[in-house]
């Protein structure tokens, strides 16, 4: 078995993975169409449950964020996206520039909006002020931004990765089923792939010291857990969550059910880079040792 900086080692080495900058990374050849046979395996998990599959936008607005309370939970997180100013002299400044990227850097104007750390929060936006029949579950897949500082790391925390949810708004009932069957389904994937891994309690890292009282809950009450593997050191790397939300989001987002209760939501989420890594650590980097795509295709059919 591999360690994690052995595999992305080998892979750099050979063009297969490259880096644009800290956390963000290329793939090509083999590596890619084994990320993309993942990706599809768990769009078949998705299935399972839902046809109602969104696309959801590439940002998110700081109000959504606002009133998803994310700003006092994980604002060390947080990116945005900002664009140049339309001034024509500050244009032509940056195009005659000997250096225009630092220019171009340097003009960059205030954000307008954020890179989604999460998909769910555009499910929620999306459906703010309504009443949902019991249950509506939606799955998407899409980029995730959240920069961890000195811990960004190539496959196994990057500052971009992709992410599969599958959401559910309803009864409790409806949140906690939906959450056992992704569990159930993600470990029968895990075993499919040859990975060694343990459902665990889990807490989200929040920031402020008002929230911090909600991860001790969170793990209390048994809200959230984990799909973990462990590296040849020891380290832990969580491949997926599962995530009772019980009625936060129903409130902070004015979602309510037929019978004027509050909907209640959790979600099942998959990390599509650290499954892929996941996988590169158990079996090498060589694609004739990796699980057969067409065994893998055949997982969820």
Known sequence: MLSPEQVVGELRATGALWDAGPGLVGLR????????????QLRAISRLETDDEWRTPAGVSFETLERAQYFASFPQWLSTASHLSGDESVLNGIASSATPAAAARNAVGAPDTVLPPAVC??????LAGTTIESPL???AEGVCWRHEGDRLAALERGWAFTMREIVCLGSDRDVRGLLDRGALHAESLARELGLEATLDVANDPFFAPTSRGRAALQRIKGLKHELVVRFPDGRPLAIASFNDHERFFGEA????????????SGCVAFGIER?????????GTNPSSWPTLSTLSGVFA
Do not use: C, K, N, Q
């Open 275 to 283: 499954w892929l890594l996941a996988v590169l650590v158990a079996h």
């Open 137 to 139: 579950i939606m799955s």
């Open 29 to 40: 050849g083999p590596v890619a169409e084994l990320a993309r046979e993942i990706e599809s």
């Open 253 to 264: 987002f004015d979602i309510s059910l037929g019978d004027g209760a509050l909907a209640s």
């Open 121 to 126: 929060y555009s499910t929620y936006a999306a």
